[in-house]
């Protein structure tokens, strides 16, 4: 069975990012995949200290409530990363998981304990979700190579991104209904994708 991770990068609960989310992951499950949502601004963490710790044995020396998180992504079948543009790019939550999973890319880089295979690749998908204030072309360009990081570092192909724009206009995703129901219809595609089209 298909399993989504979804990590919110939005401090803001029930905001723009949050219902667009839930209106992707109630999509997904309308395929029969199972879901999990993480807010990253309810999860108790530190940032990266930048020790290298992780260079000598590919682990990260923090342990705190971030670390299991982890180990759910890389159980999982896509990876969703949610964040609105805050001051053109993602959230400083989702900049920080991201840095976190450093001792990951040690693992692919440094010591080499960490590989995904062509095949797992094909399986595995990548989703950026966001939402932006602004509605100008580029707004989420600074975003991303920093998501991709990630996903590089997970093993997901990063081929799908899920963007609303323009939230101000609206007044918020409230105002903006079609942008719940765009994001259902995005949820149970991509969704799909694993479940039925030779991944
Ligand atoms: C601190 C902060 C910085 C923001 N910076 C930008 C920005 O640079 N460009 C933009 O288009 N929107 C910006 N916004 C607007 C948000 O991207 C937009 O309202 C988004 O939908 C908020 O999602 P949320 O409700 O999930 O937090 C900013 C909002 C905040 C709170």
Known sequence: MTHIT????SPRKHGNT?????????????TGATTSKIS?????????RGCN?????GVCILRDDLTPVFDEVLASDILVLASP????TITA????????????WAQKYITKTLTFPKEHLAKHIGVYLGTSGQNIP?????????VRALFNDTGFSYTE??????????????GWPESVAAAKTEGKRIASLICHAGY
């Open 85 to 88: 543009i805050y001051s053109m």
């Open 161 to 174: 991104n899920v963007l609303f724009p323009g939230m101000d206009q609206y007044g918020g995703v409230k």
């Open 138 to 146: 580029h707004i989420f360009d600074a975003a991303f190579p920093v």
């Open 18 to 30: 949050d219902a667009v989310l839930d209106a992707f992951l109630l999509g997904s499950k309308s």
């Open 6 to 9: 979804a990590i919110n990068g």
């Open 53 to 57: 710790a992780c260079h000598k044995k």
């Open 40 to 48: 990253l601004g309810d999860i108790d963490h530190k940032n990266c």
């Open 93 to 104: 939550e989702m900049k920080s998981l991201i840095d976190r999973g450093q001792f990951l």
